[in-house]
T-cell receptor, first 113, second 111 residues
Framework: NAGVTQTPKFQVLKTGQSMTLQCAQD?????MYWYRQDPGMGLRLIYY???????DKGEVPNGYNVSRLNKREFSLRLESAAPSQTSVYFC????????????FGQGTRLTVV | TQLLKQSPQFLSIQEGENLTVYCNSS?????LQWYRQEPGEGPVLLVT?????EVKKLKRLTFQFGDARKDSSLHITAAQPGDTGLYLC???????????FGAGTQVVVTP
């Protein structure tokens, strides 16, 4: 069972470059999330999609955009990468909202130089 | 500012000792979740607590949800090196779908 698959696993970008992080889940979940994890900060919510066709901002949305392409896929785009966006990014999904278990991908380690 | 505040940030203990990790908020939650994360991996759910005052046990781990549903604790009895990891609490305070996490408590258990 694949669960939540994120690509790529590692990426180095130069300041100002753009990239898209891909996420797909095969569990027929309605809700999907993007988080970033920095030392001492835990997981901070960037954007979420409570159901197909909806997206909303989380705690730290600036500098990011998302697309819920279909029920399975939720991508995160950095239009003009900055060193402050160096982080580990996690995609997650849950069957729905309201306390359902979130399943996480293995993360993307992004470095912006 | 994170809605869920965890303490302590870091805990280092010897095998066989007990430990408690706290998760506090000024907001009421319909439920709270506890996750454990190991290096290079995403978090994995340990338990969900739903009812105020609820106590759940998972082998040597005991989870409690405060009566007012604003706080929770995780107690590990006779810790083992395999309990080493980052423990995170999470919940949805208001907006539907906005699952938020605390900063986590890094637990290190040495043999």
């Amino acid at each position: 069972n694949a669960g939540v698959t994120q690509t790529p696993k590692f990426q180095v970008l130069k300041t100002g470059q753009s990239m898209t992080l891909q996420c797909a889940q095969d569990m027929n979940h309605n809700s999907m999330y993007w988080y970033r994890q920095d030392p001492g900060m835990g997981l901070r919510l960037i954007y979420y999609s409570a159901s197909e066709g909806t997206t909303d901002k989380g705690e730290v949305p600036n500098g990011y955009n998302v697309s819920r392409l279909n029920k399975r896929e939720f991508s995160l785009r950095l239009e003009s990468a900055a060193p402050s966006q160096t982080s580990v990014y996690f995609c997650a999904s849950s069957i729905d909202s309201g306390g359902s278990e979130a399943f996480f991908g293995q993360g993307t380690r992004l470095t912006v130089v | 500012t994170q809605l869920l505040k965890q303490s302590p940030q870091f805990l280092s203990i010897q095998e066989g000792e007990n430990l408690t990790v706290y998760c506090n908020s000024s907001s009421v939650f319909s439920s709270l979740q506890w996750y454990r994360q190991e290096p290079g991996e995403g978090p994995v759910l340990l338990v969900t607590v739903v009812t105020g005052g609820e106590v759940k046990k998972l082998k040597r781990l005991t989870f409690q949800f405060g009566d007012a549903r604003k706080d929770s604790s995780l107690h590990i009895t006779a810790a083992q090196p395999g309990d080493t990891g980052l423990y995170l609490c999470a919940g949805e305070p208001d907006s539907w779908g906005k699952l938020q996490f605390g900063a986590g408590t890094q637990v290190v258990v040495t043999p």
